[in-house]
Structures are given as C-alpha cells and as structure tokens.
C-alpha cells in the first residue's frame, strides 16, 4: 500500500514556497550526473506559483540540475 500525504496550503504564497524547498531537498539528493525532471503545467493556473519561484529563487535553486518539460 503507497502511503501518500495531501498538504492544504493558505495561500499561493506558501504553496509555492513548499515547492521551492521540495525542489531543493530533490536536488539535494540527486547524484553527480542525475537531474531533478519537471512537467510544467500551461494555462493561468499555475502561472502564480511560476512567477513566485522566479522572484523568490534568491540563489536556492540549482537551475543546472533541472530538466523540465511543458505538458
């Protein structure tokens, strides 16, 4: 049986600061040669969290460890 959590966020603010430190933490765990992959989302929805992640990297994000992709 897959246990899996449902997280209920306040606001968009703090959604997407989850997905920073989530995407922090998986780059942190990936080896030398390994990359974190991201299926972006289009339309309006996720635009908030998008802008947020962009004006809120501060240098957090290793950028070179991510491949995404446009789903």
């Not at 990297?57 to 070179?64: E, K, S, T």
């Amino acid at each position: 049986m897959n246990n899996h959590n449902i997280n209920v966020f306040i606001s968009v603010d703090e959604l997407a600061e989850f997905a920073v430190s989530l995407l922090i933490n998986k780059i942190a765990e990936t080896s030398e040669g390994e990359f974190v992959t991201l299926a972006l989302s289009g339309g309006s929805t996720p635009r908030q969290i998008f802008d947020y992640i962009s004006s809120n990297d501060r240098g957090r994000i290793n950028w070179g460890k991510v491949k995404f992709f446009f789903v």
